[in-house]
């Protein structure tokens, strides 16, 4: 059964960079069948999709945090990390990984992570 | 790319039928065919209920399906059960440059 558990710290400072990592186990980050991506959720408020990515293609960001986002790649450990930069209180939220078709749907998520931007 | 507009609270008794609608646009939820509605329970993930508009990944009851008309998807829950009460949530792909939107949220309340 495919499984992804995401990790980082839980704790950000104001215009520091937020840095997670999603472990996949269970199907392999390298299969062109399937993006595997990040989606936040603010307390309170809807998901919202952040970027994916599909083995040796390319990389989508959302174009409202584009300039602050990076996703990278490790197939040798079956990870993917995201990157978000100068981060502000805005960027508060639960942190998932997911997989997807190429245009949706999520059918695997991970259990989340909460991520507090705080001095 | 703003978020797809859903009612942010519906309700039923157990039995009754409760449907919430999803609102984007030409370029969202009335240009593909890849409209998805997910169920999230507090504090645990969202779980896929319905894909491509009305299709059911298995192991979700036939009591859920999904439609479409124009720029708004809608989802209706028949047949209540209080193991229904939670958030859901709509998304839609939106292009190849924006990918993915997904919608407000809506509370689904068992009476």
């Known amino acids: 059964q495919l499984q992804l558990q995401e990790s980082g710290p839980g704790l950000v400072k104001p215009s520091e960079t937020l840095s997670l990592t999603c472990t996949v186990s269970?199907?392999?980050?390298?299969?062109?069948?399937?993006?595997w991506g990040w989606i936040r959720q603010p307390p309170g408020k809807g998901p919202e999709w952040i970027g994916s990515?599909?083995?040796?293609?390319?990389?989508y960001y959302n174009l409202a945090l584009k300039s602050r986002v990076t996703i990278s790649i490790d197939t040798s450990k079956n990870q993917f990390a995201l990157k978000l930069s100068s981060v502000t209180a805005a960027d508060t939220a639960v942190y998932y990984c997911?997989?997807?078709?190429?245009?949706?749907?999520?059918?695997?998520w991970g259990q989340g992570t909460l991520v507090t931007v705080s001095s | 790319q703003s978020a797809l507009t859903q009612p942010p609270s519906a309700s039923g008794s157990p039995g009754q039928s409760v449907t919430i609608s999803c609102t984007g646009t030409?370029?969202?939820?009335?240009?593909?065919?890849?409209v998805s509605w997910y169920q999230q329970h507090p504090g645990k993930a969202p779980k896929l209920m319905i894909y491509?508009?009305?299709q059911r990944p298995s192991g979700v009851p036939d009591r859920f399906s999904g439609s479409r008309s124009g720029n708004t998807a809608s989802l209706t829950v028949s047949g209540l059960q209080a193991e229904d009460e939670a958030d859901y949530y709509c998304s839609a792909y939106a292009g190849s440059k924006q990918f993915l939107v997904f919608g407000t949220g809506t509370k689904v309340t068992v009476l």
């Open positions: 997911a997989r997807h078709t190429p245009a949706g749907p999520n059918d695997f």
């Open positions: 030409s370029s969202d939820v009335g240009g593909y065919y890849y």
């Open positions: 990515f599909y083995y040796g293609g390319t990389t």
């Open positions: 491509e508009i009305s």
């Open positions: 269970g199907g392999s980050i390298s299969s062109a069948t399937y993006y």
